[in-house]
Nanobody, 126 residues
């Protein structure tokens, strides 16, 4: 059974940085695309960033709202994915979810992701 466990959330001032981690188990981590999504109160869950598996070249893909500020990466031997978040803004406040795709190539489509973590809260104060 695939399990995804996020860590690294918290409270930060605007302009600050945080790094999220997602530890995965239960399948061959390196093959599959992984992603980050977020959900703010009263809003739909939205795509943040994704990274392809090694068999698809490991390319990355970002939402326009975070491009240039967030960096997604993965450490395949450690079965862990990361999201480095810099220049944080109050509008980045949300619960952030790690997601495991059913495919090798990254996408922004929520339905492509079969496995989800429990979520971690990020709060950015102004």
């Amino acid at each position: 059974q695939v399990q995804l466990v996020e860590s690294g959330g918290g409270l930060v001032q605007a302009g600050g940085s945080l790094r999220l981690s997602c530890a995965a188990s239960g399948r061959t981590f390196s093959n599959y695309a992984m992603g980050w999504f977020r959900q703010a109160p009263g809003k739909e869950r939205e795509f943040v960033a994704a990274i392809s598996g090694s068999r698809s070249g490991g390319g990355t893909y970002y939402a326009d709202s975070v491009k240039g500020r967030f960096t997604i990466s993965r450490d395949n031997p450690k079965n862990t994915m990361y999201l480095q978040m810099d220049s944080l803004k109050p509008e980045d406040t949300a619960v952030y979810y790690c997601a495991g795709s059913a495919y090798w190539t990254a996408s922004a489509r929520r339905n492509d992701y079969t496995y989800w973590g429990q979520g971690t809260q990020i709060t950015v104060s102004s």
